[in-house]
């Protein structure tokens, strides 16, 4: 709970100060795939609920990070990763906070268009 709490006050008054804590290697080289994944299956407990963002033409990219990295089974295979590919997974501890900004800014934005608007009250002609 305190790690929650921790997470709700950052977001609240400054979302862009997020810092996942992500596991390392000896090298010190972050394990970004164990954070995604743990990110993934928190989704999955109320896939219903993440709909408007995964049903959203731009703001579903965000996700797109947090699936790649915690597909487990992309890194069954052993093949050698293209330069493309380890680009990605080299910037993944970068990439993750602007995305976890971005998603509560959908949030927070889409909470925000959910609220009924105030009706106006039609002008009388005098």
Known sequence: MGR????????????????????????????????????????ALRRTAW????????????????L??????AFADKR????RERQFYASAPNVIPTCVDGIYNFWKDWQDRQKPQPRRRPRLKR
């Open 4 to 43: 929650y709490n921790e997470i709700v006050a950052t977001m609240s008054v400054d979302p862009g100060a997020f810092e996942p804590i992500f596991r390392e290697w000896r090298d010190g080289t972050a394990i970004v795939t164990d954070w995604a994944a743990g990110f993934l299956d928190a989704v």
């Open 68 to 73: 790649i990295l915690g597909d487990h089974e």
């Open 80 to 83: 050698v990763a293209s330069e």
């Open 51 to 66: 709909e408007p963002l995964f049903n959203h033409r731009r703001a579903k990219m965000l996700i797109e990070p947090p």
